[in-house]
């Protein structure tokens, strides 16, 4: 079992950044592909980024590349999303997730969300 709690999100301008953090509970969270996904009001929840066990590879969807970094700290059992340059189309609920894959959205558990909103 894994248990994940996410902070870090608040209300920004345009242009800001954030950062999230995901505090992990459990054994495997070392072991595990972690992510990050987002849903807008009316919209699809997205997956955003993703990173494997150690770090050294990550995923991230387009709309966001070159913006965001995926970082964890094994140590401290916890993943980051940089968030740099936001625009007003990044608001959302941001979920931290465990992953089976870290380039899929196959989800094994979700944390509770933390809420970005972006002005322009």
Sequence with gaps: ????VESGGGLVQAGDSLRLSCAASGRTFS???MGWF??????EREFVAGINWSGGSSYYVASVKGRFTISRDNAK???YLQMNNLKPEDTALYYCAALRYYNTNFVDYWGQGTQVTVSS
């Design 1 to 4: 079992q894994v248990q994940l």
């Design 31 to 33: 072991r595990s592909a």
């Design 77 to 79: 059992k916890s993943v």
């Design 38 to 43: 987002r849903q807008a009001p009316g919209k």
